[in-house]
């Protein structure tokens, strides 16, 4: 069994700056490309960004680019999502995912991709 623990989030202020982690624990032999989605009230979970196990591949959905950063240990098998200039529309729980994969530098961008899931965290921001 694999467990996604995720750590971080909070309250920030428009203009801020939130960092979250997500540590992959149980069954964690082979290769995982990880990442986020986030949901918002009312509204479909979305893809925010991903990294390949190798991490030299990522991909971020387009009102972030700039602004997030992904980066990962895999000898920890964690991941770490900087959040810089935060808007009010980045308000939404974040979820973190993890797809095992044989390809080091697969990622994923849909939901239906990933084969497991974190708890989600809250990220509030106010303007």
């Known amino acids: 069994q694999v467990r996604l623990v995720e750590s971080g989030g909070g309250l920030a202020q428009a203009g801020g700056s939130l960092s979250l982690s997500c540590s992959v624990s149980?069954?964690?032999?082979?290769?995982?490309?990880m990442g986020w989605f986030r949901q918002a009230p009312g509204k479909e979970r979305e893809f925010v960004v991903s990294?390949?196990?190798?991490?030299?591949?990522?991909s971020y959905t387009e009102p972030v680019k700039g602004r997030f950063a992904i980066s990962r240990d895999r000898a920890e098998n964690t991941v770490v999502l900087q959040m810089n200039s935060l808007k009010p529309e980045d308000t939404a729980v974040y979820y973190c995912?993890?797809?095992?994969?044989?390809?080091?530098?697969?990622?994923?961008?849909?939901?239906?991709?990933?084969?497991?899931w974190g708890q989600g965290t809250q990220v509030t921001v106010s303007s």
């Open positions: 149980g069954r964690t032999y082979g290769s995982f490309a």
């Open positions: 995912a993890a797809v095992r994969s044989r390809l080091e530098q697969y990622y994923f961008e849909t939901p239906a991709e990933c084969d497991y």
């Open positions: 990294i390949s196990w190798s991490g030299g591949r990522t």
